[in-house]
């Protein structure tokens, strides 16, 4: 694990390095805030369904090539506690059995989530086109009670390519994830990734779709597999609206959710 740990850190860090010669046109710099709602449900593989609300607060700031993000979520749970809800690993948890005949109350559980925090570099914006190549680390905090998360640190790193072709813009994404692991529930580490694209309406709406795709972290434990369309709108001068669905297609996604999420910067 921690040479695992070490190799993701060293190869971002020397990506930036042969990266901090790139020449930016403009130094901007901007901050911003994003408060979000989502409502997810599934069985993850369970007999019953568990019914998951997160109300995340995210800030971030811009400078440059440079962007740093902070997100502290608030969950609240509905179910049998059997599904770990925090973090970006969603699913069975250490104590979940499907051969179970034991009866678990529902009951609802709620409170901080995992914090995560991530870095990302641009490591090539386009001039005359809507392109880039973004290199980001990310770092999840196991702040969550055992109730809702791991009580484990998470660390991944991931690439972010997209290029516009006329008023539509496909994009790609991949990613490697050293998932924290501990006696009671022994997760392995993940690749994982995303292909989407988006079309602009006009300047200040736009729609776009996404498919995303997570390896099993686990020999018994599901991998995910989910679809999200999503709308965006610019509802002010520099406020900005977004709204989605999601589908899931693999025991470790949620059957179904919604979401909508609104962004202010200054």
């Given at each position: 694990m921690k040479c695992q740990t070490k190799w993701i850190a060293c190869m971002l860090a020397a990506t930036i390095e042969l990266a901090a010669g790139a020449t930016h046109a403009e130094e901007d710099r901007?901050?911003?805030?994003?408060?979000?709602?989502?409502?997810?449900?599934?069985?993850?593989?369970?007999?019953?369904?568990?019914?998951?609300?997160?109300?995340?607060?995210?800030?971030?700031?811009?400078?440059?090539?440079?962007?740093?993000?902070?997100?502290?979520?608030?969950?609240?749970?509905?179910?049998?506690?059997?599904?770990?809800?925090?973090g970006?690993?969603?699913?069975?948890?250490?104590?979940?059995?499907?051969?179970?005949?034991?009866?678990?109350?529902?009951?609802?559980?709620?409170?901080?989530?995992?914090?995560?925090?991530?870095?990302?570099?641009?490591?090539?914006?386009?001039?005359?086109?809507?392109?880039g190549i973004d290199l980001s680390g990310r770092v999840k905090f196991g702040t969550a009670s055992t109730a809702l998360g791991t009580g484990q640190n998470d660390y991944a790193v991931q690439m972010f390519a997209y290029r516009g072709i006329g008023d539509f813009v496909p994009n790609v994404m991949f990613g490697y994830e050293v998932l924290g692991s501990s006696p009671?529930?022994?997760?392995?580490?993940?690749?994982?990734?995303?292909?989407?694209?988006?079309?602009?309406?006009?300047?200040?709406?736009?729609?776009?779709?996404?498919?995303?795709?997570?390896?099993?972290?686990?020999?018994?434990?599901?991998?995910?597999r989910q679809a999200t369309l999503y709308a965006s709108r610019q509802i002010g001068t520099s406020v900005y609206l977004r709204g989605y669905l999601l589908k899931g297609y693999a025991a470790g996604s949620p059957d179904s959710g919604f979401g909508c999420m609104v962004s202010s910067m200054f």
């Amino acid at each position: 694990m921690k040479c695992q740990t070490k190799w993701i850190a060293c190869m971002l860090a020397a990506t930036i390095e042969l990266a901090a010669g790139a020449t930016h046109a403009e130094e901007d710099r901007y901050a911003g805030l994003i408060a979000g709602y989502e409502h997810t449900s599934g069985t993850y593989g369970t007999a019953s369904t568990t019914d998951i609300v997160t109300i995340p607060v995210t800030a971030f700031y811009t400078t440059g090539p440079w962007s740093l993000k902070l997100t502290v979520p608030y969950l609240q749970v509905t179910g049998d506690g059997e599904v770990i809800a925090s973090g970006g690993y969603r699913g069975k948890g250490a104590n979940s059995s499907t051969t179970t005949t034991v009866s678990r109350r529902r009951t609802t559980q709620s409170g901080l989530g995992d914090v995560v925090s991530m870095l990302t570099y641009n490591l090539y914006s386009g001039e005359e086109q809507v392109s880039g190549i973004d290199l980001s680390g990310r770092v999840k905090f196991g702040t969550a009670s055992t109730a809702l998360g791991t009580g484990q640190n998470d660390y991944a790193v991931q690439m972010f390519a997209y290029r516009g072709i006329g008023d539509f813009v496909p994009n790609v994404m991949f990613g490697y994830e050293v998932l924290g692991s501990s006696p009671q529930l022994v997760l392995n580490n993940v690749y994982y990734g995303a292909v989407g694209s988006s079309y602009n309406f006009n300047t200040k709406t736009s729609m776009g779709v996404e498919y995303k795709y997570v390896q099993k972290p686990s020999a018994i434990l599901s991998e995910q597999r989910q679809a999200t369309l999503y709308a965006s709108r610019q509802i002010g001068t520099s406020v900005y609206l977004r709204g989605y669905l999601l589908k899931g297609y693999a025991a470790g996604s949620p059957d179904s959710g919604f979401g909508c999420m609104v962004s202010s910067m200054f």
